[in-house]
């Protein structure tokens, strides 16, 4: 099946450590992106990829950092620099056109204790 | 810019009754716009879109919106909602970008309890 697969879905993290988010897809999606969400925030970017070896930040990228190697994959790394990483962060795909829709994956939520 | 208000954070309703949850946006182009939901701990999904033609359109468990161009609104209704309702909705607007890229703009979300 086509999709979007997140991995962990739960994640703790001492304060002080990097931590990388894993995001899959097999939907041959050009365009990828990260999304963070706090209680009545919504969602807010993070960074987006258009095309393999490119990414652009988004409205929150301080404290983040992304790579996008392959087509299939965007993994997120939360650095220490983030001062309030704890959040479910949430990875989605889509042709990238105005008029097509976004999949999403299951999110992970990360907790720093 | 674009943006997407939606103004009630909250919305309770009984089994059985209708519900709308409210979605305006701003934009100073043409736009394409998005329902989309969530259940606890998921990911989001698409729930029904308006490209263009007919503005009134519907998804395959009952949920309609209409696309307002004047009032430059996306409500969302639904006449008889269910306990599997609950859950937070979304509203998106997403616009066309020098180069053909998309930009998305997704509202702070609605979180709709169904009360039996």
């Known amino acids: 099946d086509g999709g979007i697969t997140q991995s962990p879905k739960y994640l703790f993290r001492k304060e002080g450590q990097n931590v990388t988010l894993s995001c899959e897809q097999n939907l041959n999606h050009d365009a990828m992106y990260w999304y963070r969400q706090d209680p009545g925030q919504g969602l807010r970017l993070i960074y987006y990829?258009?095309?393999?070896?490119?990414?652009q930040k988004g409205d929150i990228a301080e404290g983040y950092s992304v790579s996008r190697e392959k087509k299939e994959s965007f993994p997120l790394t939360v650095t220490s620099a983030q001062k309030n990483p704890t959040a479910f962060y949430l990875c989605?795909?889509?042709?990238?056109?105005?008029?097509?829709?976004?999949?999403f994956g299951q999110g992970t939520r990360l907790t720093v204790v | 810019a674009q943006s997407v208000t939606q103004l009630d954070s909250q919305v309770p309703v009984f089994e059985e009754a209708p519900v709308e949850l409210r979605c305006n946006y701003s934009?100073?182009?043409?736009?394409?716009l998005f329902w989309y939901v969530q259940y606890p701990n998921q990911g989001l999904q698409l729930l029904l879109k308006?490209?263009?033609?007919?503005?009134l359109v519907e998804s395959i468990n009952g949920f309609e919106a209409e696309f307002n161009k004047s009032q430059t609104s996306f409500h969302l209704r639904k006449p008889s909602v269910h306990i599997s309702d609950t859950a937070e909705y979304f509203c998106a607007v997403s616009e066309a970008w020098p180069g053909g890229y998309q930009k998305v703009t997704f509202g702070t979300g609605t979180k709709l309890q169904v009360i039996p």
């Open positions: 989605a795909s889509s042709i990238d056109r105005a008029n097509t829709e976004a999949f």
């Open positions: 308006y490209l263009s033609g007919s503005t």
């Open positions: 934009s100073s182009v043409s736009v394409y």
């Open positions: 990829s258009q095309i393999v070896n490119d990414f």
